[in-house]
Structure formats: structure tokens, C-alpha cells
């Protein structure tokens, strides 16, 4: 298996445009995680799904940001609009079961100008 | 709210040191998983130590759960400049919801 996938791996974008992050996650796992990581705050949880359903979204920031996963293969991760404190490095990952290993993208360097 | 801290924040040593990081929770443990990043990739599971008092080891590394599954070390004999990462615990949140909590992690620095 090639691992959970990531796309892009990095985004520049302007102030106030829409950014959609996008993850496939290993095939065969049934929990997808979405992370940000930046040197303030480490790495944050904001949002896990368990068989494409939205568990916990208690993390997510703001009304800004939005998470779908309409298969068991596919999650994006929508800000609109974006604001330059939404740079970071953000994550997907996921895992057989919650609460065992959790294997990672290479994650997606997002920078709002 | 359930914290982890993680120390050092930061370490750089020389090559062929011996070092020690530390993970400690505001609330036991149920279980602890240890990760190590390198720069431009993500997270990558080391261990996952369960029960109080028990030590495991991978190679040069040996982890440590403390007695009252509070508290967890991770120590590196002879560090190579191959360990350089960021270092990670990782425990189950409470209440309910099944999500790992990340510390901030250690930043260890190996140098040749």
C-alpha cells in the first residue's frame, strides 16, 4: 500500500480564497484524522471521522472550516475563506481502529498571504 | 482539560550521546504511543506502552511507563545523527471521545 496520500503538499494562496486539502487514506481503515501542526501549538485534532462519519469536530477552529468524506477513500478539508493564520502544516491521517497506530500523509504546507 | 508536556523542548547533542526525553499527563494513562518526525514528513508510530512500569526496547531506544502510568521517558544510547526529529507522545483522550492527544514534542538535534 502506498500509505495515506496527500494533496497538494504545498499551497500558496492570497488572503480570503477558498483552499480544499485533500486525503486518501489507506485502504482497509476505517478511522481518518485531520491534524494541523505548527510550532505554537503542536500538532492539533480537528476533526476524526469513523466509517465516513464525522465523530468529533470539536477541534475545528472556526465555522471557516469544513470537512467532508463522502467514501471510504476519499476526505477533503475546505477553508473559506482562508486568513493568514490558517498556515500551517496540516495532516490526514488514519488507522485500522481508533486509538491504535495512526500512520500519516506527508502532509500539506499551507501559506495564506 | 487534559494536557501533555513534553521536555526538553528542545535538545542538540553530539553524536554518540546518551539523552532522555520526558512525557508527562495532567490524568493517567490508558495507554501511550511514542512517534518520531523528521522534517517534511509526518508522524511515524516508535511504540505503544500499556501498562504501568513496563519498558521496551527498539534498537538504541528504551521507553518507560511509569508505575503510576502518569508519566513516560524515552531514552537513546549512543545517538546517531540518523535520530534527528521531532519526538511526540500521544495518549487517548478522555471523555469519551476516542481521539489521540498529541504533546508538543521534543526537538532533538544530533549532530556529527
Known amino acids: 500500500d502506498a500509505g495515506v496520500i496527500q494533496s497538494p503538499r504545498h499551497e500558496v494562496t492570497e488572503m480570503g480564497q477558498e483552499v480544499t486539502l485533500r486525503c486518501k487514506p489507506i485502504?482497509?481503515?476505517?478511522?481518518l484524522f485531520w491534524y494541523r501542526q505548527t510550532m505554537m501549538r503542536g500538532l492539533e485534532l480537528l476533526i476524526y471521522?469513523?466509517?465516513?462519519?464525522?465523530?468529533?469536530d470539536s477541534g475545528m477552529p472556526e465555522d471557516r472550516f469544513s470537512a467532508k468524506m463522502p467514501n471510504a477513500s476519499f476526505s477533503t478539508l475546505k477553508i473559506q475563506p482562508s486568513e493568514p493564520r490558517d498556515s500551517a502544516v496540516y495532516f490526514c491521517?488514519?488507522?485500522?481502529?481508533?486509538?491504535?497506530?495512526?500512520?500519516f500523509g506527508q502532509g500539506t504546507r499551507l501559506t495564506v498571504v | 482539560t487534559q494536557l501533555l508536556e513534553q521536555s526538553p523542548q528542545f535538545l542538540s547533542i553530539q553524536e554518540g550521546e546518551n539523552l532522555t526525553v520526558y512525557c508527562n499527563s495532567s490524568?493517567?494513562?490508558?495507554?501511550l504511543q511514542w512517534y518520531r518526525q523528521e522534517p517534511g514528513e509526518g508522524p511515524v508510530l516508535l511504540v505503544t506502552?500499556?501498562?504501568?512500569?513496563e519498558v521496551k526496547k527498539l534498537k538504541r531506544l528504551t521507553f518507560q511507563f511509569g508505575d503510576a502510568r502518569k508519566d513516560s521517558s524515552l531514552h537513546i544510547t549512543a545517538a546517531q545523527t540518523g535520530d534527528t526529529g521531532l519526538y511526540l507522545c500521544?495518549?487517548?483522550?478522555?471523555?469519551?471521545?476516542?481521539?489521540?492527544?498529541f504533546g508538543k514534542g521534543t526537538k532533538l538535534t544530533v549532530n556529527p
Open positions: 485502504s482497509g481503515h476505517n478511522s
Open positions: 506502552v500499556v501498562t504501568g512500569g
Open positions: 490524568s493517567v494513562f490508558s495507554s
Open positions: 500521544a495518549q487517548p483522550s478522555q471523555g469519551g471521545s476516542e481521539k489521540l492527544v
Open positions: 471521522f469513523n466509517n465516513n462519519v464525522p465523530i468529533d
Open positions: 491521517a488514519s488507522s485500522l481502529l481508533q486509538l491504535t497506530e495512526a500512520f
